[in-house]
């Protein structure tokens, strides 16, 4: 029994050459004298060489810049156990001047003065990781300008805007006699106070948005809504537009207030600018808890949309789905970021004339 089995192992020893030459992986027996001894066909094809010109000049030859020093040195100070030698990343030229980055574990025989070497061509996961370095950079680089764009001109806005709000406090309204426009000039004031809130708010988050935080409070649902109103109320005359809303069942959350201002602005303004001809718009809001959870929920009669269509684009920047003037393709942006900043979820059911439904959950328990 015992002879058959070493039998066995004595047959099967002669199949290790025909493992070397057929294993996908790039195998090698290198020198301490800095040459490779044996290369594998794999190690041949990749590197455009043949095996008597792979053996025939010193293995730093082969290798890429600064990964020449790197290497040699590696292996100058070779000792059995060195971390060093597992998983170790290096840059070759082929013979047709392709760079490619190999993988490598190493398995020192001092006593031989030789190294066993298995690697693996790891090129297109390192291209790929550049790449997403570069988009990340890129983006930071993005990020910034546009966080210094809105500092600016947020902080520059509020100069003209306080200039406007001290010349309505130059003003008698007693002294104007048309009733009509002593009401558009409290509107105007009153927008332009909103305006002045907006703009500090818009601030104090960008700063806290640089330490990664977002101010979170309990915010009435009702008093919210009656500001912005306010500050589109112009639009909402003139367009006849009717806003229903209801908020006695969840009559507070907790969330960002200059967040939840814009997301009412948006939803609300969006609703009264695309809705079908000859129609007087009609806007209905309610918010609710469900399960531990607090919801607001935004719905209309205007053109809605084809969500077969669009649906993986609603959310996206700069899309448009409608031909309006006053159209910029950011609203629904704003809203999606300014909701999963906050952890909430937003869902949207619609049809083609049939009126959209937007749905925001909140995250976590509401108030």
């Known amino acids: 029994m015992l002879g058959n089995s070493a039998k066995i192992l004595d047959d099967s020893a002669y199949d290790l050459d025909l493992f070397f030459k057929m294993s996908p992986d790039l195998l090698c027996i290198a020198g301490y004298d800095g040459y490779y001894k044996q290369v594998n ?3 041949q094809k990749l590197m455009g060489y043949t095996e008597e010109e792979l053996l025939c ?5 082969f290798l890429y810049g600064e990964d020449i020093d790197i290497t040699t040195k590696i292996v100058t100070n070779i000792n059995v156990g060195d971390n060093s030698l597992r998983n170790h990343e290096n840059r070759y030229l082929t013979k047709n001047g392709e760079k490619i980055w190999l993988s490598w574990n190493f ?6 003065g ?3 070497g298995i690697a693996k061509n790891v090129t297109y996961r390192k291209e790929m990781e550049s790449h997403k370095n570069d988009l990340i950079r890129k983006l930071t680089e993005t990020n910034d300008k546009l966080r210094q764009l809105t500092f600016a001109a947020s902080h520059d806005l509020r100069a003209p805007v306080n200039n406007i709000l001290a010349i309505f406090k130059l003003m008698d309204p007693a002294r104007i006699e048309d009733k009509e426009t002593a009401e558009l000039i409290e509107l105007l004031d009153q927008s332009t106070v909103g305006l002045k809130s907006m703009l500090e708010n818009l601030l104090d988050n960008l700063k806290q948005d640089d330490v990664m935080q977002v101010k979170v409070e309990k915010l009435r ?3 919210v809504f009656n500001r912005s109103i306010t500050s ?15 908020f006695s069942q969840l009559p507070e959350i907790h969330f960002n207030r200059t967040y939840l201002e814009s997301i009412f602005l948006n939803l609300i303004s969006n609703s009264v600018k695309y ?4 129609t007087k718009p009609l806007v209905e809001i309610r918010s609710y808890e469900k399960e531990g959870r607090g919801y607001l929920e935004f719905s209309d009669n205007g053109l809605g949309f084809n969500l077969n269509m669009v649906e993986k684009e609603i959310f996206g920047f700069d899309q448009k789905f409608h031909h309006h003037k006053d159209s910029h393709g950011i609203g629904l942006y704003l809203v999606h970021k300014q909701v999963t900043a906050l952890g909430g979820k937003i869902e949207i059911k619609s049809k083609p004339n049939k009126g959209a439904k937007f ?5 976590g328990k509401s108030v």
Request: glycine share 2%; net charge positive.
């Open 41 to 43: 066909p794999s190690f």
């Open 57 to 61: 000049r010193p293995i730093d030859t």
């Open 107 to 112: 398995f020192p025989l001092p006593e031989k």
């Open 114 to 116: 030789l190294i066993y």
């Open 221 to 223: 649902l009702k008093e």
């Open 232 to 246: 589109i109320r112009s639009m909402v005359e003139n367009s006849g537009a009717v806003i229903l809303s209801d």
């Open 275 to 278: 809705s079908r001809p000859n």
């Open 359 to 363: 749905i925001i959950s909140l995250k």
